[in-house]
């Protein structure tokens, strides 16, 4: 059974960081991707990076590049997103996707198989 845990959101103030995590179970396919979206209240889901995990290629939206990154602990089944200059708009539930389809590159979230419960990140001004 595939389980996606998410961690690192809180609180914190304009300007300042965090790094997510995302801790896979169950889920070995390293010819696919991985990526993470957000929700904030009363929006879409939104996709916004991407990452192969047999190779490490990245892929970002361009509304989040320059500020966002995503990584991976093959020997840890976690990826990480690194979040920087964080803005109030960034206050969201933040969501990491997994086996996208056909393995194919993807940043729609429900085209991914699996998801995590979430994490919140609030972002005070």
């Known amino acids: 059974q595939v389980q996606l845990v998410e961690s690192g959101g809180g609180w914190v103030q304009a300007g300042g960081s965090l790094r997510l995590s995302c801790a896979a179970s169950g889920y070995t396919s390293r010819r696919n991707y991985m990526g993470w979206f957000r929700q904030a209240p009363g929006k879409e889901r939104e996709g916004f990076a991407a990452?192969?995990?047999?190779?490490?290629?990245?892929y970002y939206d361009d509304s989040v590049k320059g500020r966002f990154t995503i990584s991976q602990d093959n020997a840890k089944n976690t990826v990480y997103l690194q979040i920087n200059s964080l803005k109030p708009d960034d206050t969201a539930m933040y969501y990491c996707m997994a086996d996208s389809p056909g393995g194919s590159y993807s940043l729609i979230p429900g085209s991914y198989k699996y998801w995590g419960h979430g994490t919140q990140v609030t972002v005070s001004s």
């Open positions: 990452i192969y995990i047999g190779g490490g290629n990245t």
